[in-house]
T-cell receptor, first 116, second 111 residues
Framework: ETGVTQTPRHLVMGMTNKKSLKCEQH?????MYWYKQSAKKPLELMFV???????ENNSVPSRFSPECPNSSHLFLHLHTLQPEDSALYLC???????????????FGPGTRLTVL | LAKTTQPISMDSYEGQEVNITCSHN???????ITWYQQFPSQGPRFIIQ???TKVTNEVASLFIPADRKSSTLSLPRVSLSDTAVYYC????????????FGTGTRLTVIP
């Protein structure tokens, strides 16, 4: 138990569906992240939110839409996905401090997404 | 951002010490070296972090030579449950704590 929860754990959706992934952190952190991990590929950073403001968008297609309503919750809205979007989607959080160059990220268990 | 290179896979027998080396030739002055562990279908988990010399915790040791162009993660007396992918990362100086994972090293512990 890392203090970061994700729901659902598994999701199967068609290409025309709209769904949302949810992440919640119980650690009091001020930054949250979405990563994508495809089979046999490295983790890819998708989005970063610092203090609820999006600070990173690594050229992610618009069919993925993040939302961060507060520092504890992060959503990833999905619509008209493609089969190649099937992957493990991981959420993480950390406490960003200006004086540190690095901080530990805490990951959730991930959502296994299958797009048919 | 420090680009890291590490072996794709390693095998080890139970009870042995395992050393995984990572090279990071372009590491910046302010970068830390951090290692994460990932089990199948789970998120990565922080193992250890260091800047130079040696760092030890209850799980592993991290050796970083003076030039900091490489680092070695040492796992003492591995067990089957240590079978996982181990990632070496260089620190991001932007302060946003972005992590960029490479392919990692897949460690398989054999009975």
């Amino acid at each position: 138990e890392t203090g970061v929860t994700q729901t659902p754990r598994h999701l199967v959706m068609g290409m025309t569906n709209k769904k949302s992934l949810k992440c919640e952190q119980h650690l009091g952190h001020n930054a949250m992240y979405w990563y994508k991990q495809s089979a046999k590929k490295p983790l890819e950073l998708m989005f970063v939110y610092n203090f609820k403001e999006q600070t990173e968008n690594n050229s992610v297609p618009s069919r993925f839409s993040p939302e961060c309503p507060n520092s504890s919750h992060l959503f990833l809205h999905l619509h008209t996905l493609q089969p190649e979007d099937s992957a493990l989607y991981l959420c993480a959080s950390s406490q960003v401090r200006v004086e540190d160059s690095y901080n530990e990220q805490f990951f959730g268990p991930g959502t296994r997404l299958t797009v048919l | 951002l420090a680009k890291t290179t590490q072996p794709i896979s390693m095998d080890s027998y139970e009870g042995q010490e395992v050393n995984i080396t990572c090279s990071h030739n372009n590491i910046a002055t302010n970068d830390y070296i951090t290692w994460y562990q990932q089990f199948p279908s789970q998120g990565p988990r922080f193992i250890i972090q260091g800047y130079k010399t040696k760092v030890t915790n209850e799980v592993a040791s991290l050796f970083i030579p003076a030039d900091r162009k490489s680092s070695t993660l040492s796992l003492p007396r591995v067990s089957l449950s240590d079978t996982a992918v181990y990632y070496c990362l260089g620190g991001d100086q932007t302060g946003a704590n972005n992590l960029f994972f490479g392919t990692g090293t897949r460690l398989t512990v054999i009975p």
